[in-house]
């Protein structure tokens, strides 16, 4: 039997990751208009990092990681995500000691045992941006404004952003009683799971997505009602920040985000045309992970955007993503003595930075050619013992079909004037 892909996790070919690349480019283009540079952490961390940072109660926690024992018989963890890393990186290296506030992103895999389905992997990619070292609610808004004009750079319709405050450790274990008090009479109504829930996170209780648990919460206590002045303040700004600079939002009471760490800002976006799987990114203000992880209390706000999801959302669209490159060149030659000359004619094409491809098959002069039509190339150079003579080759323009002699001393700035 042939060996084939783990289950969950896909093979991007060369036809998709132009688009890959398209998209991380803008990624990085955008990062770098507001300030934010890029981090690169392990892939695989120490377990007790998300146990506390995500926390244990969390589904990812639960049932969702891929752990295991190195050879020493230490807990490692494959990253379900990436802020518990990040927050690592910055108290571990002692990034607060500098001058905060840290605005960083990363590009990378991400490994969740969940039930494979449409738009949800084992192995998935995030683009994730967090600041860190500040509390102030324009940070939450700059970077909800990152992610939200992400969207749109990429030509992306119908997105929705969900905004919520889920509180901080003062106002939220009201909150959580209250809530408790509500549901525990109705745990018969609710699904296996949120009765689980109801006594270690009776707040996640509120967005199950199955109907009869949201019947019988429709009335439960809100959020927001719950608030502290501080976090009531904090929203309050950061939704003026967010009104100012004309993201438009939705409030959403009943959001609360599936990991522990968030406090106070918590937002989703919503792309149409992905199913059950809408949401394209998550994110929100998490004041108390470089804590809880064995760092100095640093606020911190961030969001993660799933790339399989947002490629998912703009082939749902048909958004044409405008990714062709610059022209390639086809080089063919004939004869050994031209194929020689020409791997060195190749070489100082592409030192000047033009696309030149050469057959590497030993193939016919008709394959050769035949390499060009298939590669889309906009010119072929051929090159045979004729033209070496002459020390020149004969360039094709693979549009017209038309076709002239050019001196190799002069191929460059002609080939410079073709394009
Ligand atoms: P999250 O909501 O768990 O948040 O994930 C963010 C995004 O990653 C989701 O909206 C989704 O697009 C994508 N995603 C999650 N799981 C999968 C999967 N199994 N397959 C495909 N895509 C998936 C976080 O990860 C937080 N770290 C976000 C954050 C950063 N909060 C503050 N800073």
Redesign the pocket.
């Known amino acids: 039997m042939s060996i084939r892909r783990p289950q969950g996790t896909q093979d991007f070919l060369p036809r998709q990751t132009v688009y890959w690349q398209y998209m991380e480019k803008k990624i990085r283009d955008l990062c770098r208009v507001c300030g934010y540079e890029e981090i690169r952490t392990p892939v695989f961390e120490a377990t007790e990092l998300f146990q506390r940072g995500v926390g244990a109660a969390t589904d990812?926690v639960n049932k969702e990681m891929f752990t295991f024992e190195d050879k020493g018989g230490r807990s490692l963890t494959l990253r379900?995500?990436?802020?518990a890393s990040v927050a690592r990186a910055y108290a571990e290296n002692k990034l607060y000691g500098q001058t905060p506030p840290w605005k960083l992103y990363y590009l990378a895999p991400?490994f969740?045992h969940?039930k494979p389905q449409a738009?949800?992997?084992?192995q998935?990619h995030?683009f994730?941006?967090?600041a860190l070292g500040t509390s102030d609610p324009l940070a939450d808004a700059e970077i909800i404004w990152l992610a939200w004009t992400l969207g749109a750079k990429l030509g992306l319709k119908g997105l929705s952003l969900r905004l919520n405050s889920v509180g901080c450790p003062v106002c939220r274990p009201g909150h959580i009683a209250a809530l408790s008090a509500f549901l525990r009479p109705l745990a018969g109504e609710l699904c296996e799971d949120c009765r689980a829930r109801l006594d270690k996170n009776p707040l996640r209780v509120l967005d199950c997505k199955k109907e009869s648990c949201q019947k019988a919460t429709a009335n439960a206590p809100a959020l927001p009602g719950s608030l502290c002045p501080d976090c009531r303040e904090h929203f309050a700004a950061a939704r003026s920040y967010l009104e100012a600079m004309d993201i438009p939002y939705q409030l959403d009471e009943r959001l609360v985000?599936?990991?522990d760490y968030?406090c106070k800002t918590a937002f989703?976006i919503l792309a149409p045309g992905l199913g059950a799987?809408n949401?394209?990114?998550?994110?929100?203000r998490?004041d108390g992970l470089v804590q809880e992880i064995g760092g100095p209390p640093s606020p911190?706000?961030?969001?993660?955007?799933?790339l399989?999801?947002?490629l998912g959302a703009l082939a749902e669209q048909g958004a044409a993503l405008p990714v062709s490159g610059p022209p390639c060149y086809v080089l063919a030659t004939l004869g050994e003595t031209a194929r020689r000359r020409g791997a060195a004619l190749a070489a100082e094409l592409r030192a000047a930075g033009f696309t030149v491809l050469m057959d590497l098959q030993g193939r016919t002069l008709k394959s050769q050619l035949k390499l060009a039509d298939r590669k889309q190339a906009a010119f072929t150079l051929i090159l045979g013992e004729d033209e070496l003579e002459r020390g020149a080759a004969l360039v094709r323009d693979m549009r017209t079909g038309e076709q002239r002699e050019i001196p190799l001393a002069e191929l460059a700035r002609a080939m410079e004037d073709m394009t």
């Not at 379900?80 to 802020?83: A, C, I, N, S, V």
């Not at 738009?119 to 084992?122: A, I, L, S, T, Y």
């Not at 949401?279 to 929100?284: F, I, K, N, Q």
Request: glycine share 24%; proline share 2%; net charge negative.
């Open positions: 990812i379900p995500e990436g802020t991400m969740r969940e738009g949800r992997f084992h998935f995030q994730g941006a967090e985000r599936g990991l968030y989703e799987q949401a394209v990114c998550g994110g929100g998490y911190g706000v961030g969001f993660a955007l799933g399989e999801r947002l």
